[in-house]
């Protein structure tokens, strides 16, 4: 069983920054393809980001050219870099963790504020 931890999230104001972290308690965190999501009131969950066991990334059009992810396997670790944060941006980030069929996983999410 893989637990994904998490953190990073907060009220920021509009322009500014946060970096999410979510950890991983798993084995072969290196193998699984690594995304964030993020779910706003009232809306369905979207995807933000996701990287690739051999560091492909993808982008949700919204996000292009502000966030940033990136995975560090040595800490079993995946981050998402958000810069020039919008109210638009404001949701629940939640960390997924899959591999192909097998496996899928979710944190429990961490809540980004953005707003003046």
């Known amino acids: 069983q893989v637990q994904l931890v998490e953190s990073g999230g907060g009220l920021v104001q509009p322009g500014g920054s946060l970096r999410l972290s979510c950890v991983s308690s798993?084995?072969?965190?290196?193998?699984?393809?690594m995304g964030w999501y993020r779910q706003a009131p009232g809306k369905q969950r979207e995807s933000v980001a996701s990287?690739?066991?051999?560091?492909?990334?993808n982008y949700a059009d919204s996000v292009k050219g502000r966030f940033t992810i990136s995975r560090d396997n040595a800490k079993n670790t995946v981050y998402l870099q958000m810069d020039s944060l919008t109210p638009e941006d404001t949701a629940v980030y939640y960390c997924?963790?899959?591999?192909?069929?097998?496996?899928?996983?979710w944190g429990q999410g961490t809540q980004v504020t953005v707003s003046s």
């Open positions: 997924n963790a899959v591999f192909g069929r097998l496996a899928d996983y």
């Open positions: 798993g084995k072969s965190f290196g193998v699984y393809v």
């Open positions: 990287i690739s066991a051999s560091g492909n990334t």
